[in-house]
């Protein structure tokens, strides 16, 4: 696609640096929006739905505006939280009952995040090309979850 080469080991520490002794998720997950917006190519659109009261509701992101609230089970942010898996899908136009929060986004790609079992939220990646997403960006997306994950939820471990 001669998409620019991503060092994905170099992302990974930036973030790990910037989340560093830092709890607040909020906090953790505006500026992993940040840098994922800022350093990966062909993307419009990077952010966080929150799990609220049974529904995702809207996050710190990067991009133009989103939908605020989006149901379990309803376009790919939603099957992700429901089925708890990754969603790494081509061409979002072939996705059934897929939200259209901006028509320039072709594909995407939506990690679920966890703390004790539960997804508590997910992170979102929305691309203007169509297959955009490939098994090594997966890879790589759901390292950066982890490492949110493991952040965001350090205090309350021990």
């Known amino acids: 696609m001669g998409q620019t080469k991503v060092n994905y080991n170099e992302l990974l520490a930036i973030l790990q640096s910037l989340l560093a002794g830092e709890t607040d998720p909020i906090a953790n997950m505006a500026n992993t929006s940040a840098v ?12 966080f739905y929150i799990v609220r009261n049974g529904e995702l509701v809207l996050g ?3 991009g133009k505006p989103a939908c605020v ?3 379990f089970g ?8 429901q089925t708890g898996r990754t969603q790494r899908i081509d061409d979002v136009h072939q996705f059934a009952g897929h939200i259209a929060c901006d028509s320039a986004s072709n ?3 939506v990690i679920p995040l966890f703390h004790e079992g539960n997804v508590w939220g997910v992170l979102d990646i929305d691309s203007p090309l169509q297959a955009r997403f490939t098994a090594e960006d997966q890879s790589f997306l759901e390292q950066v979850a982890a490492l949110l994950n493991k952040c965001c939820f350090l205090q309350k471990a021990q």
């Open 69 to 71: 609230r989006i149901a």
């Open 60 to 62: 710190p992101f990067q």
């Open 107 to 109: 594909s995407e790609i």
């Open 36 to 47: 994922l917006f800022e350093h990966l190519p062909d993307i419009n659109w990077a952010g």
């Open 74 to 81: 309803k376009g790919v942010c939603g099957t992700a939280a």
